[in-house]
């Protein structure tokens, strides 16, 4: 069974800095998708970026961001460690959300990357809070 556990939320001022972590656990294949979505109570589930893992003849890393978040987040994967990250820099008050990591083992990411029901694990969230 794959587990997902995110951290590093908080509280920052606008324009601050904040790294988020999701711990993986389980058994994991070689070609994956995995993904930071944020969700403001009230609003649908939001796409971040999504980072594709596999071999080389299929894209080897490739990442995906959201135009809301491009420039000032970078997601990344560290397999040594099995922990995927998302780097936010320049944060803004609406960046204010719960945050949550996901992955699709069966597959790369592909044109559906944006897509909430094309991950099956889930971690529990963790929050971010921008104040201005």
């Known amino acids: 069974q794959v587990r997902l556990v995110e951290s590093g939320g908080g509280s920052v001022q606008a324009g601050g800095s904040l790294r988020l972590s999701c711990a993986v656990s389980?058994?994991?294949?070689?070609?994956?998708?995995w993904a930071w979505f944020r969700q403001v109570a009230g609003k649908e589930r939001e796409i971040i970026a999504s980072?594709?893992?596999?071999?080389?003849?299929?894209?080897?890393?490739?990442?995906y961001y959201a135009d809301s978040v491009k420039g000032r987040f970078t997601i990344s994967r560290d397999n040594a460690d099995d922990t995927m990250y998302l780097e936010m820099n320049r944060l803004k008050p609406e960046d204010t959300a719960m945050y949550y990591c996901?992955?699709?083992?069966?597959?790369?990411?592909?044109?559906?990357?944006?897509?909430?029901?094309?991950?099956?694990?889930w971690g529990q969230g963790t929050q971010v809070t921008v104040s201005s």
């Open positions: 996901a992955s699709d083992l069966r597959r790369i990411c592909g044109d559906d990357w944006t897509n909430p029901s094309r991950y099956n694990y």
């Open positions: 389980g058994q994991i294949y070689s070609r994956t998708c």
């Open positions: 980072i594709s893992v596999g071999p080389l003849y299929v894209g080897g890393i490739v990442e």
